[in-house]
């Protein structure tokens, strides 16, 4: 077990150029959280899915922005076109749910996105 | 206002000294979470405790569901320590997280 891992660690691109992120969760997790955390403040939730399935989105989340968990392992979260406003450390989170419990979230290392 | 409110924003202390940082939340919870975030972005959960009181080392949280307000403690607290405290609402079954702005601590030797 090797914990959470995101990829890539540090991105940096241009304004209007997409950008694409994954993150591996730990192995026998079946939810998977993505946050967004900008400078000084703490992170915001953006979406969550349980197996494949994405069951929340955030307002935050504009039609710039999807996010897939295909096989209910690995998920990736893309934005399209991006503006300066989307530079920020965006945080993967996993969890193994089973019944009624509650669980804690483990987080991965965080993707930073500056864009110029 | 923020529906988790986290003081004193900045907490500078002399290893040894006991700390304190408060938590208070406007929203229903499943649990609540306070977290450690180190220079570099790195998260780790610290504990998840829906009643009473965990302690984990030199650490303890306590929460009072009915004033809906938390407490994290460090005793003996050591320059190690020094990072942002986060504490998170665990909100309904999705348990998605609403953090709030987190305490930096600072630690002396």
């Known amino acids: 077990d090797t914990g959470v891992s995101q990829d890539p660690r540090h991105k940096i691109t241009k304004r209007g150029q997409n950008v694409t992120f994954r993150c591996d969760p730990i192995?026998?997790?079946?939810?998977l959280y993505w946050y967004r955390q900008t400078l000084g403040q703490g992170p915001e939730f953006l979406t969550y899915?349980?197996?494949?399935?994405?069951?929340?989105k955030s307002r935050l989340l504009s039609d710039r922005f999807s996010a897939e968990r295909p096989k209910g392992s690995f998920s990736t979260l893309e934005i399209q076109r991006t503006e300066q406003g989307d530079s920020a450390m965006y945080l993967c989170a996993s969890s193994l749910v089973t019944g009624g419990a509650y669980q804690t979230q483990y987080f991965g290392p965080g993707t930073r996105l500056l864009v110029l | 206002k923020n529906e988790v409110e986290q003081s004193p924003q900045n907490l500078t202390a002399q290893e040894g000294e006991f700390i304190t940082i408060n938590c208070s939340y406007s929203v229903g919870i499943s649990a609540l979470h306070w977290l450690q975030q180190h220079p570099g972005g790195g998260i780790v959960s610290l504990f998840m405790l829906s009643s009473g009181k965990k302690k984990h080392g030199r650490l303890i949280a306590t929460i009072n569901i009915q004033e809906k307000h938390s407490s994290l403690h460090i005793t003996a607290s050591h320059p190690r320590d020094s990072a942002v405290y986060i504490c998170?609402?665990?909100?309904?079954?999705?348990?998605?997280?609403?953090f709030g702005k987190g305490t930096k601590l600072t630690v002396n030797p």
């Open positions: 998170a609402a665990g909100q309904g079954g999705s348990e998605k997280l609403v």
């Open positions: 192995s026998e997790h079946n939810r």
């Open positions: 899915f349980q197996n494949e399935a994405q069951l929340e």
